[in-house]
């Protein structure tokens, strides 16, 4: 389904003032274009990658093309490509999608999108020609002095039944996975606490923060689904993929468990194994694997390992991004199997928690993350539901994996606190 505007309604030039923002890391980048986001503007999307990679951010709908079912993101891409090809500059959209490919998800061609390709190069805006970009700015500096300083004073809905409900739904799996006729390996459950606020939540904030403190993540935001995922589902740039798998979680006083621990590796190797099966499928050639190592991050540290490999250019980061999800990483082993015992012991509906989140071009290229590490905010901005989940084996221990989900789920904490 497409709701569009007249695509000669964009244009891409230069950012008056860019030249101060070229050198930039990527969190101050952020921090500086969020402070020219109009302060009516409650729903930002927003992109930054770590290590000096893209950074955009956008606001207001131009078009947006919205699909289910088999393939969503490559017919939603496929919507968009058609729909931009009489565009004299190639747009960008931004997308996410649910982890039940059943619900609807899409892609939004903000109205105005401020993005910057890499760290060092030129920001540039698109938009619609007629718009005043030094009216954009001042209306910037206006939002910053109005937004309020005030921490948000925040309470979490006490659920009696949590701990309960997810220790049943644990052990219900690890009896299914230890039953060897089941022919299941692995299985992904989540849970989530509920968070309401005395005022609304600042999402720009919350972003700023994360970009902050999440410098090896990829900080998102799309329409109130806001978070830092550190693990990459597919990145598509100059007919090379790259990805990056994470399964094993230790806190950092018990990281050197990780490496020489049987469980979390068989549980990573799973995860790896999910993806380079699917690799051919989805047009790749000549992967790389460098792994597994230590990724350290502020609250966990993982077991993680990089896939490179090459491509046709004809190939797209939607299409790559459908035939790989959902991976093992967040949904288990085998596919199928892994996704009904999760419908059978599932106490919350997921929405777009583990779908997959991020952004697309015009010619395919683009980065999708898995939507990990973050929260759904309500519609007024005044609750958030955080998420986390943890990969359930046949030897898995329920305290073991509530402690896991915990630890995933302090960066979200921490974050709201701030918005």
């Known amino acids: 389904m497409t709701d569009a505007a007249d695509p000669a309604a964009l244009r891409r030039r230069a950012l008056p003032g860019a030249d101060a923002l070229t050198p930039l890391d990527g969190s101050d980048w952020l921090a500086r274009v969020l402070e ?130 997810w220790t049943s739904a644990v052990s219900a799996t690890t009896t299914v996975l230890a039953d060897r006729t089941a022919g299941i390996e692995k299985v992904v459950l989540s849970r989530a606490v509920d968070v309401v606020a005395d005022r609304p939540l600042d999402e720009l904030r919350i972003a700023r923060w994360l970009g902050e403190h999440h410098r090896d993540c990829w900080t998102f935001s799309h329409e109130g689904l806001i978070g830092a995922t550190p693990e990459l589902l597919v990145e598509v740039s100059e007919a090379i993929f790259r990805c990056r798998i994470l399964a094993g979680t230790r806190t950092p006083a018990w990281e050197g468990e990780l490496l020489d621990d049987p469980k979390e590796r068989h549980e990573h190797e799973l995860s790896v194994d999910s993806v380079t099966a699917r690799l051919e499928e989805a047009g790749l050639n000549d992967p790389h694997l460098d792994g597994p190592f230590l990724l350290r991050l502020p609250n966990v540290t993982h077991l993680a390992t990089d896939i490179t490999a090459s491509l046709d250019p004809a190939v797209s980061s939607a299409h790559i991004t459908d035939v790989l999800f959902p991976t093992a990483a967040i949904c288990g082993t085998p596919r199928s199997a892994a996704f009904e015992q999760i419908r059978r012991v599932e106490s919350i509906d997921r929405g777009r928690f583990s779908g997959p989140v991020g952004w697309t071009a015009t010619d395919g290229s683009g980065q ?3 939507a990990l590490r973050c929260a759904q905010l ?42």
């Open 378 to 419: 309500s519609p007024d901005s005044r609750a958030a539901r955080i998420f986390a989940g943890a990969g359930i084996l046949a030897s898995s221990e329920p305290d073991n994996e509530w402690h896991e989900t915990q630890a995933k789920m302090a960066p979200m904490r921490q974050a709201l606190h701030h918005g």
């Open 36 to 165: 020219l986001v109009p302060h009516r503007i409650g729903r930002p999307y927003i992109w930054l990658a770590p290590h000096g990679g893209p950074a955009m951010v956008g606001w207001g709908t131009a078009a947006s093309f919205s699909a289910s079912g088999p393939r969503p993101a490559s017919t939603a891409w496929q919507q968009f490509r058609d729909w931009s090809r009489k565009l004299d500059s190639d747009p960008l959209a931004f997308g996410s999608f649910p982890f039940d490919p059943a619900a609807p998800g899409r892609l939004v061609v903000p109205a105005v999108t401020i993005v910057r390709t890499a760290q060092g190069r030129r920001s540039e805006i698109i938009c619609a020609p007629q718009t005043d970009l030094l009216a954009i700015i001042e209306a910037g500096r206006q939002s910053t002095l109005m937004r309020d300083p005030a921490a948000p004073r925040l309470r979490e809905v006490d659920c009696a039944d949590a701990r309960r409900s």
């Open 368 to 370: 999708w993350g898995l």
